[in-house]
Nanobody, 113 residues
């Protein structure tokens, strides 16, 4: 059974930082690309960042230069370091296995102005 468990969300003031984690089990983590998505109230889910098995990364324009995606294959964990947070970053953040319908339950990030 594949499980993805996100953690690290919370309430932070604008300009602050948070680090999200996603622990993965049930698959050979190192063999899959991974993504972070987010969904704000009333909006569609959007891709925030992705990382390939070789560590190549890509980002949505809205988070470039502020967010950093990384992975630790030994710990089977995906990370999202978020800095210079803005109120528009407020959303539920989800990790998912690239090209697979495996998703975590989400973690809420709220940025106050």
């Amino acid at each position: 059974q594949v499980q993805l468990v996100e953690s690290g969300g919370g309430l932070v003031q604008a300009g602050g930082s948070l680090r999200l984690s996603c622990e993965v089990s049930g698959i050979i983590f190192s063999m899959y690309g991974m993504n972070w998505h987010r969904q704000a109230p009333g909006k569609q889910r959007e891709l925030v960042a992705g990382i390939t098995t070789s560590g190549k990364t890509n980002y949505a324009d809205s988070v470039k230069g502020r967010f950093t995606i990384s992975r630790d294959n030994a710990k089977r964990t995906l990370y999202l370091q978020m800095s210079s947070l803005k109120p528009e970053d407020t959303a539920v953040y989800y990790c998912n296995v690239d090209r697979r319908n495996y998703w975590g339950q989400g973690t809420q990030v709220t940025v106050s102005s």
